[in-house]
């Protein structure tokens, strides 16, 4: 069974940094994309940012250029680090892993709370 656990979220002040961690348990393809999703209240999950276990990044127009995505692949970690933080990144951030066999496997973490706010 695959586990993913998140840490590092908080209460930041607006323009300040945070560091998000998550690490996968269990039977892991090599091959994989891991990520991040965020969901604000009343709203749907959206993307925040994904790497692939080739180092491909993709992010959301929201968070290009202020979150970097990155990975240890021994430990199969992915962190995400987010700078210049404003109101508008308080969400609850959820870790992703996708792997591909005979069929598609998604895997959510339990979620970890940012808040934004002065």
């Known amino acids: 069974q695959v586990q993913l656990v998140e840490s590092g979220g908080g209460l930041v002040q607006p323009g300040e940094s945070l560091r998000l961690s998550c690490a996968a348990s269990g039977t892991i393809f090599s091959t994989n994309t891991m990520g991040w999703y965020r969901q604000a209240p009343g709203q749907e999950r959206e993307l925040v940012a994904t790497?692939?276990?080739?180092?491909?990044?993709q992010y959301a127009d929201s968070a290009k250029g202020r979150f970097t995505i990155s990975r240890d692949n021994v430990k199969n970690t992915v962190y995400l680090i987010m700078s210049s933080l404003n109101a508008e990144d308080t969400a609850v951030y959820y870790c992703y892993l996708r792997m591909v066999g005979i069929a598609q496997f998604n895997y959510w973490g339990q979620g970890t709370q940012v808040t934004v706010s002065s």
């Open positions: 790497i692939t276990s080739g180092g491909i990044t």
